[in-house]
């Protein structure tokens, strides 16, 4: 009976190992298949704009002189628009390969909500066009300790993804309140949704969801560098919607009242 116990055993083990090998292949060719598809949505990704300022700046060079002076401005917004386009992308993958070495620190400062919004909405001032801004925050909010330039970047990759997937013409709201120790940032859009069932996966890493048809161009970078920055805040951050009807996404950092060695410090509360 111990033999067969034994032989068992060894059978056992055999097939663990079968299996290990199995699912190590598996896992290989899955992260080969990933990588691929990656590149390749790489390289489109930067091809796209480069093709469009390749276009744009040889037609303007062989024919710029007989253009109207509007068709020619036109012609320099593309170029702008889409090196700004790459700009932002170079940006994110930075941002990313940052955050995954462990070499993002945040320098939390005192910061005012309403001052944080302001900043962020003026720095993205030629790329707001194409919507209204409704802000609604009022005043008098807690402040709050983050890193700046982090959160404005945050903020950056939502507004921006809020203008993205929703129509000329529509409405972006930008909400703040204060809420048993976290303040409470919601950017809600009226554009196409997201599908509830991928609410919580489009913080990953190079999800997309509309990524085959590629109605509109993207990594898939941003959510996820949203979700690293928050989260090295103490903070959360996630998405609503039912599907169909714009989306609102949610970041709630924690609030740490002041102390006197704080209120020392410029940027302090009165
Ligand atoms: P990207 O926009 O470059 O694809 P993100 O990480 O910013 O990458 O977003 C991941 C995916 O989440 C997008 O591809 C899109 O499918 C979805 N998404 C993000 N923001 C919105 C939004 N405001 N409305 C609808 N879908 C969104």
């Known amino acids: 009976q111990l033999d067969s116990l034994a032989g068992f055993s060894a059978v056992a083990v055999e097939r663990m190992h079968l299996n290990r090998e199995v699912e190590t292949v598996r896992v290989v060719a899955e992260t080969e298949s990933m990588r691929s598809a990656l590149l390749s949505s790489l390289s489109h990704d930067l091809r796209t704009p480069l093709a469009s300022i390749i276009g744009s700046t040889?037609?303007?060079?062989?024919?710029?002189?007989?253009?109207?002076?509007?068709?020619?401005?036109?012609?320099?917004?593309?170029?702008?628009?889409?090196?700004?386009?790459?700009?932002?992308?170079?940006?994110?993958?930075?941002?990313?390969?940052?955050?995954?070495?462990?070499?993002?620190?945040?320098?939390?400062?005192?910061?005012?909500?309403?001052d944080l919004v302001g900043t962020t909405l003026e720095r993205m001032e030629g790329r707001l066009e194409k919507v209204h801004v409704a802000l609604d925050i009022p005043p008098m909010l807690p402040l709050f300790q983050v890193d700046f330039v982090l959160m404005e970047h945050v903020l950056m990759n939502l507004i921006d993804n809020a203008v993205k997937y929703s129509p000329v013409g529509s409405t972006i709201t930008i909400r703040g309140h204060a809420e048993d120790g976290w303040i409470v940032i919601e950017i809600t859009d009226e554009g196409i949704g997201i599908p509830?069932?991928?609410?919580?996966?489009?913080?990953?890493?190079?999800?997309?969801?509309?990524?085959?048809?590629?109605?509109?161009?993207?990594?898939?970078?941003?959510?996820?560098?949203?979700?690293?920055?928050?989260?090295?805040?103490?903070g959360t951050i996630e998405a609503e919607s039912d599907g169909e009807n714009g989306s609102t996404f949610r970041v709630r950092l924690p609030v740490r009242t002041p102390t006197a060695a704080d209120l020392e410090g410029v940027d302090a509360p009165p």
């Not at 993958?93 to 940052?98: E, H, I, Y």
């Not at 970078?221 to 690293?228: E, T």
């Open 58 to 114: 040889s037609s303007l060079l062989t024919y710029g002189r007989s253009y109207s002076e509007d068709v020619q401005r036109d012609l320099l917004k593309t170029v702008l628009e889409e090196a700004e386009r790459l700009n932002r992308f170079v940006g994110n993958l930075l941002q990313m390969t940052k955050l995954e070495a462990g070499a993002t620190v945040p320098k939390p400062q005192w910061t005012d909500l309403d």
């Open 196 to 234: 509830a069932e991928h609410c919580a996966r489009i913080f990953d890493k190079f999800f997309r969801v509309y990524s085959r048809d590629r109605v509109v161009a993207g990594t898939g970078l941003g959510l996820a560098i949203c979700k690293g920055i928050v989260e090295g805040h103490g």
